[in-house]
């Protein structure tokens, strides 16, 4: 089949028909979706173009020769020295807004593709990458020799094999002077040490969070956010460090992910130092359901005794009586209870989790005998209708005997 000549298509295994354009290759992390790749003369709007590198390593690069460059491209791009092999990600205006995100410092960091990668550079390629678990392995018995504080986590070699990146963690400042003399002398590299912390070497080795997802910094995360133990206290998390604790053994990124809702959300529940009076007795907030805006009050101030829960608005509504001297017959009311019973139920509270899984011969073998029943009164009725003689026969032998 001819697919120039047809309009819109979808080419199978590849991003560039139309419906597919805006993703890409799965199996490469920070994967971006380009929600703007169907907008005609998006390409053209300007030559930046993302490329990623092996795992988050990502950098912009300027097309130009005006290489016809789409989502998932093998390509050439400059390097100092020599030049290195990665992937493209992100064409077109978005490249722009993913510039602004990174914070580049200055417009030489943005350097210029190559051309598409032809089969040499990927024999180079190959060659180099199949180097890269060996030298980890030896620069970390070397730098244990030299006695340094420091772990090296991954190793990425360039493209075309002249240089290598050492990515290393440690908790204080190393002096790696003498190790990058004997790295150089061993391997015969340009050397290059990045410092990362534990969230970056959880995002590059990768894995599955404990809620069963990817992680986000394996996913899409590239920039991350100081993660506090504030942000566990205004959701009303369990302060459990077995809990909070990611794959990086730091406090979840996704702690401070709906952290700005709750605060917006308890702006509007009644404070913990307020105590509501009733003509029933004084009582004392015992818990808040702050995204659903309900309350718990008990009559004991350390001991939860008499729950009553009530909305948010009920409470604050309270308040505004008791400074003005009043105090409600409950904390309940008819306008309350109302509320309440709008509340969503669950239906199937009360139910078994296993009431389907009940085997088929069970039930046969329970239905067994009473069919076996009405199967025998069913040949005994008709073996007794089979003795009874045809309508009229006793008066014929009647009238023969006469």
Known sequence: MDYKNKKFFIYNG???GLCLRGCGRQDRQLNTYNWLADVPGNAQSTDLVEVQFKNTRKGYYHNVNNLDLRKGDIVAVEANP??????VTL???LVELQIKKANLKSADDIKRIYRIAKPVDMEKYREAKSREHATMIQ???IAKNLNLQMKIGDVEYQGDGNKAIFYYIADERVDFRQLIKVLAETFHVRIEMKQIGARQEAGRIGGT????RELCCATWMKNFVSVSTGAARYQEISLNPQKLAGMCAKLKCCLNYEVDNYIEASRRLPSREVVLETQDGEYYLFKSDILAGLVT???DKKVP???ETITAKRALDIIDMNRRGEKPMSLQSDGNIKEQSCHPADLLANESLTRFDKSKKKRRS????ARQASAKGRGKAQAEKGQQKPHGAEKQEKADKQ
């Open 14 to 16: 590849c991003d560039r």
């Open 305 to 307: 005794a008499n729950l």
């Open 209 to 212: 969070g404990p809620c069963g």
């Open 139 to 141: 620069s970390r018995q």
């Open 91 to 93: 064409t077109g205006k």
């Open 297 to 299: 009050y008990s009559s």
């Open 82 to 87: 020599g030049h290195d092999i990665g992937v």
């Open 366 to 369: 329970k239905n067994r005998p």
